[in-house]
Structures are given as C-alpha cells and as structure tokens.
C-alpha cells in the first residue's frame, strides 16, 4: 500500500482504501504473510502520522481510530510471531524495521526489544564491508537505505525509549556505508546497474535517496569517508567519456541467493552519460521461462558455453552450483580474473578487462582441462559465445569484424569465428519488454574485443 502516500491521493480515498481492506483481512492469504505485512504497516503507520489532529474523528468518529489500531495490533501479533528465519536477507531486516515503527506507533516496549535486537544482529550481517547490501542487487540496496533513513529520521524525532542511542548510532554508521556505496554505484545519469534482480521506478532513486540523507545530517558524516569497492565484488570505472561497472562478486550470500543471476564477469557501459550496453534487466518474478532466461547466462554481457548457465538457477528464487571467482590482478587500470562455473564441464572461463583513455579491451579464454573434461563432453564440440546486449536507444551498423554504435563508437572482434546480431527483450522496468539487439559472438578459444570512443 505504498500508494497511501502518492502526493495526489485524497486522504478520504485512503481511508477507504484501509477499510476495505481490513474488511476483507481474513480472506487475504497472501496479504497477511509476514513480508507485505512488515511493508504495509509502515506505509499505514506514515500515512496515519501525516494526518491533521481530529481528522479521523471527523471522518468516522472514534469508532475508525479503533478499528486501523485494532488491525495494526492484529497484524503486529502475526508478524511478531511469523518472522521469517526461513527465508532471512532482506525480508527480515524489513520485519524489524517494522516491528520498530510498531514499538514506537503504540509505544510497546515488547516490540522495540524484539526490534533492536532483530535490527542490529541483521545490519551486522547483511552490510559488507565496502557498504553493498549483501544480496547485491543494486534495487534492494536503495530500497534498505531509505529503509534504514526512515528508521534514522523515526529516531530523531522521537524519544519514546531509555536506550535509543545505541540502535541510532548503529542505524547511522550502516546507513552512512550503505549511502555511499550507493552513490559510488550509480552511474553520472543517475541510473544502476540491473544487476541481479534490478528494475527501475520500484525503489527510491539515488538522488533522492542521496536528498534524504542530506536532510538527516547523513551526508555530512560520509564526505570524508575514505572508500574502495571490495567485497561486494563490483567495480567501477570512469575516464572521460565512459563509465562501466563490471561485476566479480559473488552469488550473494551463501544461505539465501535468491535474487542472484548466473552472470559472473557481466558489466554494464554508459557513453557520454546514457547506457549503451546494458543488462536484460527483471520484468517478473513469477515462475516460468521468461524468469529463467532473465536470470540466465545468456542475458548478460558474459562468456558462456553451450549457452549453459555459469551458475544453476532453477524455479523463480533457486540457485544450485555457484560459479567462484579467482581474482589475479586488480587494479586501477586492469582487471583479471577467472571463475568456475564451468570446471564441472571440464573449462576454466577467463576475463581480462583493460580500461583506457576512450578504450576499452576485453579478453575472453576458455581453457579445457582433459584430465577433468566430462565424459560426455569428452571429444564433442563446444562453443564459447560471448554477448553484448545494447540499449534500445542505440543504433547499429555492422562492417565485418567491426560493429559501429550511434556512429561514433566502434566494437572490433579479434579471434572470433562468427558474428551474429540478434534480437532480446530488454526489461529496464518489472512488466516492460522493450525489443533492442545483442551482439553474439562464436569463438574458440580467445575473443579479443576493443571497444574504442570517439567524437562524432
């Protein structure tokens, strides 16, 4: 019920809209699971806090009041009781900070306590050192750091419990990491990376993110922070007329990978500030096809073989083996490294990334192992491809071994024994296809590709 706070929603609208629904409570399954109740109390409990003093006795006496904190209770009871160990990551970080815009809406000391406890031990284990939320989709990082701004601005204004400075002070130190790894990951257009799964127009935008944490004094407190991309695994690199964000990090973590893609070693490159070669992006999360392509190898700017997946992602939120990436050398300019997605096929997979001024190398290797090559492999083809999906907005023109975007950047192929130029869905939002073209190109056993920027 984000909608209760649209700027252009009566207030009269949303009372209705609450009575509805708390008619209808007991036959909403799906509704009162602990997760949409962790996100829909808040949204209640904001809109409730913005109304004028005697509004809801006006509306419908007091028989309204006690009817919205009748339910509030109710559905802070399930949640209190259901907080969900089982799926852990980010849904239950929101069910503490829920449960503590539920300690101080009824000034219940039961739900702060389990709030505290749940908040810290949770911050302590899902922000990295270099500040990413560790399910590392760039999504769920804005939507936790206005979360944790939310619970940072909650304290500040009020003073309901003895020992609230410890959990503030825990709240701005996370929330400070998180702010600034969110701006160092967000492109100069103001766009994120679509790693994982990442849409756009779900969460709060970067810059409006980056305005709340000015408003909160957070920003002060980041301007002299020292930071390096580590181990969250992403990298970023700017020089003039580029800007691209590559990614050597990990499935998420180990215990719940749910939102992880199989696309080790993918990278995402904006030119002169708009995208041009992009990730598919994530239009649904319903169990299917289209979930699995998205999530799969052959959707990201990435080396495959046999187009099999790097990691096993199966069902909507499921992953199996997990590639490891072997970093050799990473350093400002250059980064190299190799991962294991397909030893179990008996190849080790290479990528080599050289950033220059107005140039970019990529160097793809697949090398084969015999003594560890599957029978069924043993002997039989195999094909290495590597893609490069490009923005819709972009125009192409292919010229043998060089494809020209926009007419002012070119894409040279070196090593390869193919080119094709094919169409994808890009899905830049949940529930949006755009049509746009991917580069697919065959080779054997290294691709040399050179990616140079220059003037129109």
């Keep these: 019920m984000d909608y209760l706070l649209q700027e252009d929603i009566s207030k009269d609208d949303s009372l209705i809209l609450i009575d509805l629904f708390i008619n209808d409570i007991r036959s909403n399954r799906i509704g009162m699971e602990p997760y949409p109740i962790s996100l829909r109390a808040v949204n209640w409990i904001k809109f409730l806090s913005l109304l004028p003093v005697g509004y809801l006795k006006e509306y419908n006496g007091p028989s309204m009041i006690t009817k919205i904190n009748d339910s509030l209770c109710y559905q802070y ?10 799926i852990l990551g980010n849904h239950l970080l929101e069910n503490g900070i829920s449960l503590l815009f539920g300690a101080f809406y009824f000034r219940e000391y039961k739900l702060w306590s389990t709030a505290v406890k749940l908040i810290a031990h ?10 990413a939320h560790f399910e590392l989709s760039p999504m769920y990082h804005q939507i936790l750091t206005d979360r944790l701004l939310d619970c940072i601005n909650l304290l ?26 969110l701006e160092k990951i967000t ?68 215990y719940q990978p749910g939102h992880a893609h199989a696309d080790t070693f993918t990278f995402e490159l904006q030119i002169d500030g708009s995208p041009a070669i992009v990730d598919t992006g994530t239009s649904t999360y319903n169990k299917g096809e289209r979930r699995l392509l998205e999530r799969g190898s052959v959707s990201h700017n ?16 499921r992953i199996g083996r997990r590639a490891n990436v072997i970093v050799e050398n990473d350093d400002p300019r250059t980064l190299s490294c190799s991962h294991t997605g397909y030893d179990h096929m008996g190849y080790r997979v290479y990528r080599t990334l050289f950033t220059e001024p107005e140039r970019i190398i990529i160097v793809d290797k697949t090398i084969p192992n015999r003594n560890k090559l599957r029978s069924k492999y043993l002997n039989k083809e195999t094909r290495a491809t590597a893609r490069l999906h490009i923005h819709p907005d972009r125009t192409l ?38 049509k746009s073209k991917v580069i697919e190109v065959e080779f054997e056993d290294e691709l040399r590709t050179i990616i140079s920027i220059r003037d129109a």
């Design 77 to 86: 009871q399930i949640l209190e009781k259901n907080l969900e160990y089982h």
């Design 122 to 131: 949770e911050l302590n284990e899902q922000i990295l050192q270099d500040g």
């Design 156 to 181: 500040q204004n009020n003073k309901v419990f003895e020992n609230q400075g410890s959990l503030y002070d825990l709240l701005v130190h996370k929330a400070s990491l998180m702010v600034r790894w």
């Design 187 to 254: 492109f100069s257009s103001g766009d994120i990376p679509l790693f994982n799964d990442s849409a756009f127009n779900i969460s709060p935008s970067t810059i409006d993110i980056l305005k709340y944490a000015c408003r909160l004094g957070i920003m002060e407190k980041i301007s002299d922070m020292e930071f390096e991309f580590s181990d969250s695994g992403y990298r970023k690199y700017s020089d003039g007329k580029y800007e691209l964000i590559f990614d050597i990090g990990p499935t998420g973590p180990n």
């Design 302 to 317: 990435i080396t495959t073989i046999n187009d099999k997946n790097s990691s096993d992602v199966w069902s909507g939120h």
């Design 397 to 434: 023109v292919e010229n043998g071994q060089t494809i020209t975007v926009d007419g002012k950047t070119d894409i040279v192929f070196h090593g390869n024994s193919k080119i094709r130029i094919k169409d994808f869905w890009y899905a830049p939002q949940f529930n949006q296809l755009v």
